[in-house]
Every structure is written in C-alpha cells, then in structure tokens.
C-alpha cells in the first residue's frame, strides 16, 4: 500500500488586513499532490475566509517563484550566488553614495512586510544606508486617513474600536469603502448589525455588493465626499442631533465648524455632489437621530487629492454627534493591506522612526538614536513620499532603489512616467518572491520568502497584532526579508547594528525603539502572542492587556481634547471637460489583490477574472458607440490603455470604474493623474477626466 505523506501548515492569508488564520494541508499520495485549505478561529475573522485565502497557497507554492538571486547581464537575468548578488550592491551602492551622496540611494518598501521587516527597513535606510530617501506603498493606501487621525485624534489607528462593536452600533456610515470584496469575512458583522436593527449608509458612486446591503445608498459623484459630509453636517447641526456636552467637555472648534457649515446652502451641496437633497436630509437625521454610530471610511474617500480633509470631515460628523469612544460608536479607516496598519508605524515611512516617533523631533531622535547605538547627529532628516521619490528618480537624483514589496509601475499614478524614470536608474534592486513588472526592469533581483517561509508580526485593521509563524522551510536558495537587510548591513560594515538571530529578536528591539511612544508595543511578547489572539497597541508594558477601544476618557492630544475643523466643498482639480468627458475612479475586485502579481498566479482566481474591464453606464456606452464585452481604449491626458466594457446600471452615467490589478496596456494608472494631496501626499487616485472609445470601429 502507498504511503501518504501529509503536511500540516499553519499560517495567515498574506493579502488584506484582516489576517484571516489558516491551516493547508499538504497530501502526497499516489504521484499527486493535493492541497486542503480550512479556515481556523480567531477573533477577527471568527473563522472565516475568504477566496483569495483559499487560493493563497497557490502562488506561493507555484513554480513561478524566485529561488535564486538573478543579475541583468547583456539584457537576461543569469542566476548568480548570493557572495556574487550582495557583491554587486555592495559595489554599485558604495560607488553611486561617494559619487554623488549618501542620499543617491533610495529605499521603498510595502505594507505587506512584518512589523519586523517594516522596523528594519527603516533602520536599514537610516543606519546601514544613511540616507534620508525611504518612503512605502502604504503612503498610496494609509496616508489620508493617517493624517486627519492625528490632526483629529493625536493618534492614528485604523480603527478606534474593535470589530465587534459594529454589531452593537445603530447607524453604520460606510464612505468608499467595499467590504463585501475587500474584506469579505468581516461581512457578517455588517449584516449582524442589520439583523439587529442598525440603519447602514453606504456612500460610493457605484452600487457594490457592500451598497447591497445598504438601507440608503449615496451615490455620490467622485471626488465630492468632504462637500458630501458637509450637508450631512448641515443637517444634524440644524435638525439639534449635537452633543454639546461632549463637544464641550471632550473637543475644540466646534464654533468655527458651525459658522462654516451656516454659510453654505444644501441645495448646492446636493447639486454639487449629484446627491438628492432629500437623501442626505435622510443620511444626516438617521445618523444624528441614532444612539450609537460609527463611520468607516476607505480608499473611496481618502484617495483623493483632499483626502484628509475629506476624512476630518466625516470626523467632524462623528464629533459633533458625540459617537466616539463608546460601545457602538467610534471611527475606522478600513485598513488594506495584510500589515498596512503596523507597517505605517514603524520607520518606512520618510518622516517616521519607530513607535509613530517623528524623523523631525529631537527628543524622538535621541530616543530611537541611544536604541540604535548611534549618534543623533547621524541620523538623515526627513525624505520625501513615495510618488515623489519617483520624481526624484525621474530628475536623476535618487540614482540607485533598493525595491522590497511593491510593483511601482503599476501601482504608482502617471505610470508612465514612473516608468521612464526607473528605466534611468544606475542600479535597481528588486526583493521580491516572484516577477512583477518592476522586477524585470531590476538590475537585480534577490529572491525573498514568501508569507509561508517567514516568521514575524502583522498587525490587523483593528490594530491587534498578531503572530505568523513560518510554516515551511524556504525553496531553493530563498532567504527571509529581514535576513537579506541583516547581510547587506553586514557588508557595508553595520554588522554590528544587524546582528539578529530570528525575527524575535528584531521584535525585541522593535518593542524598546516604540516603548513610550504612540504605537506602544514593549508590552507585547512572541510568548504573549502564542498564548493570546493578539494583542491590541497601545500596550506599554508585558501585564498590560492592550486598548481595545480608544478615546474612552481621553482623545490623545496634549490637553485631552478632539480638534473639530472646517473643511471646504473640495473640487478635484481635472474636471471633465470635451475632450475627457468622464470621470474615471478605479479600485478592486473580489479575486485579485493590487498589482495582481501574486493572485494571477493562482490558477483559481486567475479563471475567475482573467482580464481588466471598465465598468460604464448602458446610456453612457449607448451614446459613445460602445456594445457590451467589446475592446475599448480608455484615454487621460497622461495615456491611453485597453480594457473590455461591462455596461452596468450600477455605476453613475457621468462616471467609469477600471480595477488597478493588471500591468501593461491595462494599467489603469497609465491614465491616473501625479497630483498629490498637499498634507499627506496621496495621489488623487479615485478620480480623473478620460474619453473613452471603441476601439475597432
Ligand atoms: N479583493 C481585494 N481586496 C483587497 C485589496 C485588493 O486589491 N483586492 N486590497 C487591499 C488594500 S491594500 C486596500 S487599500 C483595500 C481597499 O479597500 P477599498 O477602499 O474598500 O477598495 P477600493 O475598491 O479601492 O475603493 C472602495 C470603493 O470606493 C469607491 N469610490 C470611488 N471613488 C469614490 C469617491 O469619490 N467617493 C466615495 N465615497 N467612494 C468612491 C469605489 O467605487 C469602491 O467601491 O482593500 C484591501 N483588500
Ligand atoms: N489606480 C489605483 N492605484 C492604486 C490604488 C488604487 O486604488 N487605484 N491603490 C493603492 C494602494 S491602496 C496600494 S496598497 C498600492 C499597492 O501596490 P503595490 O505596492 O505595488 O503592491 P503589490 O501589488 O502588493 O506589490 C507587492 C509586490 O511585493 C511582493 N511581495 C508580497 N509580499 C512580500 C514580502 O513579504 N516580501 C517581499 N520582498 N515581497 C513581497 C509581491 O510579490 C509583489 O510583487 O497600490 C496603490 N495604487
Ligand atoms: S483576503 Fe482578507 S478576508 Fe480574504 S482570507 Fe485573506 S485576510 Fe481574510
Ligand atoms: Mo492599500
């Protein structure tokens, strides 16, 4: 009888920031291999998942992996030793920072890293590269809403209160955010909170399977949402739903907010928003009339070229109504991806050292600096974000990039100038499990370990921090992030500030170089993480059982206090106009994940959703020449990409939706425009002006 040979994996779906628990379950029997995937219980997911969870281990798993280190020689990747790999960034990165300054090299990095990988990537920049330029993908998804939490709040946690307590909320607001495909497995608190009796508003310019579920959907124009919640501000602050205790005792500017919000006129609003005025009366007596509430806000809103301010405004609706800090009522920017939130704490980010301590604080420098073992003084000053980065790179200053978790060309807006610039670079590096579009441009490529291989913490949408194990030993010649930054510092000559032995021990030093500051994290232990189901930040020392719910007593400025701020009708800035006479807005679909390197390789998901499409209005099509399932060419004033239409009722007639998830003359962000919003830098990636054709006619 054959034998069969089982392998048990626990793990975490690598993809969105719930951090769904999972067990595959590796069978060889009879010459075939065979993969069962369960879900496992744990406090967010509940035991759920979700089908990119099921699918994960595809592409992990696939022959399509980078096993080895591959160097461009005379235009084709060569496989080469690592002595040979680490050589070449030795050479180039010493040759280019004497040259032309220590600032001539550039590291970008991604919110899917470990807390441990993220802390060391910024070390690795500041202490092993000394150079100022660092910044990460999160600054296109966390950015905004990062912003008007501290300006808000003091603090930025991506949601104020844990999960469960949308159950027990009356009215939920849900701003351009999809759940139902973004984060599928937290659905059932949703429809819960429905059975239960809450009221849910949806705000998104098109009807999605999360505005399925809604009692009253907004279908606002793109781009309009801080003008959308100033009516809905206008209402509550007319129809009397103010907490004046609470804005008294617990807030400041609310005055300021009120004089603003009488100046303008809600006929406009509905005009300006494309929102019939008697939904948002509806909207705004339904939300202040409401006990408890809370309001989650996504990308929807927040990538926008007023993000932040659009966010503070929805914060300004929650102020003013007294929902925070309470069971049921609180804030939440939907996190995205798997460590968006703890890989925005930890030192990717230009101005940021561990802990949410600041590049730009001299107390803050000191601290993070006596971690290190290093002088103040040698730390770099604050660089730039990650679209200016590419600017940088375009101009020839930025000369070499140390890439570690993104697809850049596909996911950076004005792609095609991103582009041009990496092509220019003197030296690119690429850390990464498989090819992207960025990859190939790499001089080279180092083969990085997947979410199966890799030990480390990830931090959820709630803020819990949550331990993965490695579950299997890496392929071929594959090695950890964390051990890749470890050996390049060594050979530069920092091995003394790198010398790890596993990831535990760089969490060790994470949790000293954040103790004391806003993301606390020395109270967390790997033993601690083992026992529990994670462990929410704050947590400043080990008998400490974390905040679950923030700003119950205090908001965490100096003084205690939330700051309320007026936030003006925002316009984008491309209209539409003749020549591009929609607007385009772009996002996600179920089965795909960002620049779709990882979940195109899943023959699974990739049968579902093989190529892009855009999604447009029957009469909008009717009009333009355009039949269903037939090729069109899609145009802004920065280029011109190809998708399939899917004519759908659902989305606004003055309005086109395209996924961001494949590369090429699909690209959606080819035609997305480099404008950035002027506190937080976020791209404007929710909205531009665009024509669109047939393309045979
Ligand atoms: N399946 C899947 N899940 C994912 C991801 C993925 O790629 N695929 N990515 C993960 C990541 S990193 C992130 S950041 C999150 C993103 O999660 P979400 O932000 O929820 O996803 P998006 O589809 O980008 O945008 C959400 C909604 O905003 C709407 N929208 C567009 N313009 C506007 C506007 O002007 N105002 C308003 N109110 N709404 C608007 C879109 O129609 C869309 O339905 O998802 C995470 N989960
Ligand atoms: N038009 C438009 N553009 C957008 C958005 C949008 O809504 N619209 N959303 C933006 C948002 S929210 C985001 S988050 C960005 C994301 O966009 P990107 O930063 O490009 O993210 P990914 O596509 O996930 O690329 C991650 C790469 O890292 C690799 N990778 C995954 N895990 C690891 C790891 O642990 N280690 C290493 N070394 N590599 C790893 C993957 O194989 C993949 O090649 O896109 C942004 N761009
Ligand atoms: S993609 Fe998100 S919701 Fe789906 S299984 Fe993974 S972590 Fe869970
Ligand atoms: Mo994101």
Redesign the pocket.
Known sequence: METVLEKVMETQC?FCSVQCKMQITEKAEAGRITYLVEPKQNAASEGRLCIKGMNAYQ?ALSGERITEPLMKKNGTFIPVSWEEAYQAIKENFSRLQQKFGNDAVGVYG?????NE?AYLLGKFARVALKTKYIDY??R??MSAAATAGNKAFGIDRGLTNPLSDVRQSECLILAGTNIAECQPTLMPYFTDAKANGAYIIVIDPRNTPTAEIADLHLKVKPGMDAALANGLLKVVIEEGFIDKSFLKKRTTGFDEVKAHISSLDLAAIAEITGVPEEDIREAGIRFGQAASGMILTA?GVE?QTDGSMAVRNFINLLLTTGKIGKPGSGYGAVT??AN?QGGREHGQKADQLPGYRSIEKAEDRAYVAKVWGIDPDELPGKGVSAYEMMEKIHAREIRSLFL?????I????NANFVEEGLRKLDFLVV????F?E??RLADLILP????LE?TGTLTNLEGRVLLREAAKPVPGLVKQ?WKVLSDIAGLLGKGAYFSYKDAESIFDELRLASRGGLADYYGITYDRLKKEEGIYWPCPSPGHSGEKRLFESSFAHPGGKAELVPVPNHFPKEQTDNAYPLYLT???VLGH??????THKSPTLEARQFESFIEIHPKTARGLNIQDDSLVKIRSKRGEIVVRSKLTAAIREDTVFVP?HWDGVQN??KL?SEELEPACKM?G??VCAVSVSPLFT
Do not use: E, W
């Not at 570690?404 to 850049?408: F, G, K, L, T, V």
């Not at 850390?431 to 498989?434: C, G, R, T, V």
């Not at 994940?593 to 990882?598: A, E, H, K, R």
């Open positions: 690598p592409h991604g919110g899917s890293l470990t990988t993908n999160g296109f998804c990308r990538q995205g991806q968006g570690m978790a993104s697809n850049p596909v996911s950076n807006p850390a990464d499990m498989l992207s960025t990859a990085t370990a997947s979410y890799n992030d772009t996002g996600r994940y960002l620049t779709g390197v990882q961001m959606i962000n997305t791209p990636f929710k």
